[in-house]
């Protein structure tokens, strides 16, 4: 029996919406083959969807931009229309996974690079959120971004330490970045530049609710692809709009900047786990690390405390020694996220970064 690929553009539970390769125009169900099923909950070990092993549970074995071979399609009563049998999965070129204690969850495969997006006001920014955004993008084999949203609605007083870190990931630490005022009536540059460095591929987005993710999709795309929400007043955070992760696409004749761009949005979250991550792996997605990493005496290194003699520890230790007087303060920084920021030294790893 002929088989065909597609790629996932959504799950529903038990149930996947697919899209017909190579010209994606072709959208249809799909439902696993009940021996793959069975096969993807029989064992806790590393896998082609799990390669964490059985430290933690997925939550699904396939996601979005997972390509699939299938077969013939069957009647579906819930569907009512044609239903794929998904046979097999494509291996994965990469993905981007985060996770709680108990729980490893992959938001995007086979991506040619992914994006937080971090509010600058309204939500305030979270510096580690994307600093663990990226750590796993770096285990996951991704490249990232980070795109810097409501810049308009900094105040006076967070600016200069906004400003320093905004420096500190384009210039210090190389990142794509760009500042948008996504609710500015013209585009600006940095709105076209970006559309042209997602022009061609997959592109995860992801962030906190209330960033403007969804905003950003419809600028992107050229359309109203998706709905979006609005900050709760009461807490001040965003009320959630997407509530799984969708392939997205111009819609045909839109405006969108090129048809061979595609967006995989994810949920809002309020926090960005990487329980799935060892120490090291953890400390090698930072790229000021990377140089003392290769200085190490020890083949292997796990960097742990007790190692004498790690080159990695010793610049750690040396960076806590420069920015000691800003970790006198840590109560007060905890509480407030954006106090007296100081200067990063390239020869130390910002404290920001460090806690």
């Known amino acids: 029996m002929s088989e065909f690929e597609a790629l996932i553009s959504r799950v529903y539970g038990a149930y996947y919406e697919l899209r017909g390769l190579p010209e994606l125009e072709q959208v249809f169900t799909g439902q696993l083959r009940g021996k793959l099923r069975l096969a993807s909950r029989s064992s806790g070990r590393k896998s082609a969807t799990n390669p964490y092993g059985d430290s933690l549970r997925e939550r699904h074995l396939l996601i979005v931009g997972d390509r699939v071979r299938y077969r013939q399609k069957r009647a579906d009563a819930e569907f009512g229309d044609d239903t794929a049998i998904i046979d097999s999965l494509v291996e994965r070129k990469n993905a981007v996974y985060r996770s709680t204690t108990a729980e490893l969850h992959a938001l995007g495969a086979n991506l040619d690079r992914a994006i937080v997006l971090m509010s600058l006001s309204q939500p305030r920014p979270r510096w580690g959120f994307v600093d663990r955004f990226f750590a796993s993008c770096h285990a996951g084999g991704v490249s990232p971004c980070v795109v810097f949203s409501k810049p308009d609605l900094v105040v006076e007083e967070d600016a200069p330490d906004i400003e320093r870190m905004i420096a500190l990931y384009r210039d210090g630490l190389g990142y794509p970045v760009f500042v948008l005022d996504l609710l500015r009536a013209e585009p600006d540059d ?116 007790s190692q004498k003699g790690c080159a990695v520890l010793e610049l750690l230790e040396r960076s806590r020694q420069v920015y000691s007087e800003y970790f006198e303060n840590i109560d007060e920084i905890e509480d407030t996220p954006l106090v007296a920021v100081p200067p990063w030294s390239e020869e130390c790893v910002h404290p920001e970064r460090l806690r």
């Open 190 to 305: 940095q709105l076209q530049q970006l559309r042209e460095f997602v022009a061609d591929g997959i592109t995860l987005l992801a962030g906190q609710s209330g960033t403007g993710k969804s905003t950003l999709s419809n600028l992107l795309l050229g359309d109203a692809v998706q709905a979006t929400g609005e900050i709760s007043e009461s807490t001040g955070k965003g009320r959630h709009t997407t509530t799984n992760s969708r392939l997205l696409r111009a819609a045909p004749g839109g405006e969108g900047e090129s048809s061979r761009m595609l967006l995989i949005d994810t949920p809002g979250v309020k926090e960005w786990g990487v329980q799935h991550l060892q120490p090291a792996e953890l400390l090698e997605s930072f790229p000021e690390i990377a140089p003392a990493t290769d200085e190490c005496q020890f083949r292997d290194c796990n960097h742990e405390p």
